[in-house]
């Protein structure tokens, strides 16, 4: 392969050239995608020209032939509240049945809304995606399930139906193997991304934002699953070859071919996983296995976007990696108040703000409340079912807050990076406590002042950065992740923004405000405004959260036309 020529547009494009053992030069490809894919004001990563409308990629992946066993739209039990779905133990878990399933797919990644303008229609879901593109597929592995199969099973979710499609039905002593040592009641829950839907768009930095997306899917999963009393625990000691195998990927190579992600153990809160690994044995079993369904085609035709391909290939886990330290962090959840709010209509009723009125504010406690639901902690759902320590932490443009400064802030989401962030950042920055800060948030104040226009600015000139009550970027500790861990953990630091993201989006829509997650911004602008020299940390999401103006032009529509029993 020539990689000089390939990234060639990267810092650093011989070191990737001569970088002989495979290990160092997976690390150097992501590296250099990295490089390749930001965004400048004079200049943008490649992408197209004009978009092709003719070969506009389908947001619904079908398995043609695969049995389609319908899934309900009634809501499950007691609505569980908002705040509760964040804290374990909160919510009775509830028994693996069809009525679980259909919920968990629900209220998860299913259609939130049809949009319509003019003769346009299109969809909106659960879980947010750059574009409304949505790249992320989502399977469950699951024991025969009651009213719903008799077998065990993998199946697609196909959300347009609301229906799972069956791909293999295997064997009960086969679950039991690949069950060995896990809770008596588990799932998996699995995630692949078709690169290509967003690529059709964005071209090379669309690898970027499947990874957001797959984060936000992931943030969904769990929060959906913890309405319902379960946890997910990714199982992150698999490598991508056994997640392709588990969920029937073969064909790696098609122009939509979708890339193994990671797989999700679902099971009641208050049993744990155990120590056992995923037996490598019966995972081999399921290449055995009679998959059923030919994928849809999405396109009549595709553009090739190299690094896009290269950077995935170079980011597979191998089995045998781990990640550096298991999940750590020093805070405890929040406590949960007596808010009426129900998670459900707060879920469903999320969406992302396409302007911001340049207006509404926040009371201060509330501004630190939002920030205090981002902190991780091993019983605090979405954070709990990621396998690494938390990498990501937020530098905060604050507008209009009540009582508090405008300015820059920072949140250091895992205390032990804050030295080193402190040390990497302008000396001059002041590292003070905003008045009334709660102890345990670890928020400082950095330097006051107007930071609408930067924010707006550093986020591609895009108005919502500074039109809302704030907005943030978010800060990943970067290259040591990706040299200590491997190649493997950059996409994984993009999962862990959209998870980060997801909250962010729920939060608002609790304070009445309305959020919109930001792929578009000027890499290096950011890290100048913050004095990040060296690749070190480096921004990789924005986010913004305000009042919104509604688009009184566009009409809405249920997302089911009929509510099955
Ligand atoms: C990873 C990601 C990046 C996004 N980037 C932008 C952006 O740069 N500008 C913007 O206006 N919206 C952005 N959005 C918002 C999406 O356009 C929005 O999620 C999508 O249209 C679906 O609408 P919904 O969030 O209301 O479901 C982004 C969303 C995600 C998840």
Redesign the pocket.
């Known amino acids: 392969m020539d990689w000089r020529r390939l990234f060639s547009r990267a810092s650093t494009p011989d070191a990737v050239q001569a970088a002989e053992d495979p290990v160092e030069r997976d690390q150097k490809i992501v590296l250099a995608y990295h490089d390749v894919t930001k965004h400048g004001s004079q200049r943008f990563a490649r992408g197209p020209v004009d978009l092709d409308w003719e070969t506009q990629p389908n947001p619904f992946r079908r398995w043609a032939g695969a049995e389609v066993l319908p899934l309900a739209h009634s809501a499950v039990g007691a609505e569980p509240r908002y705040e509760q779905v964040y804290v374990e133990g909160e919510v009775a878990p509830r028994a693996l049945d069809r009525a679980f399933v259909s919920q968990l797919f629900q209220d998860s990644l299913a259609i ?1 809304a049809w949009k319509r303008a003019g003769a346009a229609r299109w969809s ?2 659960v ?6 593109l949505h790249p992320t597929e989502g399977y469950l592995i699951a024991p025969a399930i009651a009213g719903l199969a008799a077998t065990p099973f993998v199946a697609h979710y196909a959300p347009e139906p609301h229906a799972l499609e069956v791909r293999a039905r295997f064997d009960p002593a086969l679950w039991d193997a690949l069950a060995f040592g896990w809770p008596e009641q588990c799932a998996l829950v699995g995630f692949s991304s078709i690169h290509w839907r967003e690529a059709w768009k964005y071209g090379e930095r669309a690898y970027r ?1 499947c990874n ?2 797959t984060g ?1 899917a992931i943030a969904s999963v769990t929060l959906a699953a913890a309405a319902m009393g379960w946890k997910a625990t990714m199982l992150d000691e698999l490598g991508s070859d056994a997640i392709a195998r588990l969920l029937g990927l073969n064909d790696t190579r098609h122009p939509e071919a979708e890339e193994p992600e990671c797989l999700l153990l679902l099971h009641p809160q208050g049993t744990e996983r155990g120590a056992a690994e995923a037996d490598v044995r019966a995972i081999e079993r399921f290449a055995r296995l009679t998959w059923v369904g030919a994928p849809n085609a999405l396109s009549s035709d595709h553009v090739a976007w190299d690094v896009v391909q290269a950077a995935a290939d170079a980011a597979r886990k191998p089995a045998s990696a781990r990640a550096r330290g298991a999940f750590e962090s020093p805070w405890l959840p929040m406590p949960v108040g007596d808010e009426a709010l129900s998670f459900r209509r707060i879920a469903h009723q ?3 703000a ?1 302007a911001m009125d340049g207006r509404s504010g926040l009371a201060r406690d509330a501004f630190y409340q939002t920030l205090r639901r981002t902190l991780p902690s091993r019983a605090t759902p979405p954070f709990s079912a990621l396998a690494w320590s938390p990498r990501v932490h937020l530098a905060l443009f604050v507008h209009r807050v009540a009582d508090l400064e405008p300015g820059l802030y920072f949140l250091v989401r895992d205390p032990t990076d804050e030295a080193a962030l402190r040390a990497a950042m302008r000396p001059e920055f002041a590292w003070t406590k905003p008045p009334g800060c709660p102890a345990d948030l670890p928020l400082f104040a950095l330097h006051a002042g107007d930071v609408r226009g930067l924010a707006a600015r550093v ?2 000139e ?1 108005q ?1 950065a500074g039109d809302g009550c704030f907005s943030l970027g978010m800060i990943a500790r970067f290259t040591s992740s990706i040299a200590e861990d491997g190649a493997w953990m950059y996409p994984r630091l993009f999962w862990e923004t ?1 998870v980060v ?1 997801q909250v962010l ?1 729920l939060e608002a829509e609790a304070l009445g405000l309305r959020a ?6 000027f890499d290096d602008a950011v890290h100048g405004v913050l004095g990040l020299r060296d690749r070190g940390w480096q921004s990789l ?2 986010f913004t959260i305000g009042g919104a103006v509604e688009d009184t032009r566009i009409a809405r529509e249920p997302a089911y036309a009929e509510a099955r029993d």
Not at 127 to 132: E, M, V
Not at 516 to 521: A, M, P, Q, S
């Open positions: 939130s909106l879901r879980n947010p995606s750059s574009g409304n934002y957001h997306d936000h999320r969406r992302s396409v986020s591609c895009q919502i959209g993201g989006y919109t997650g930001i792929g578009c911004f999401y924005h």
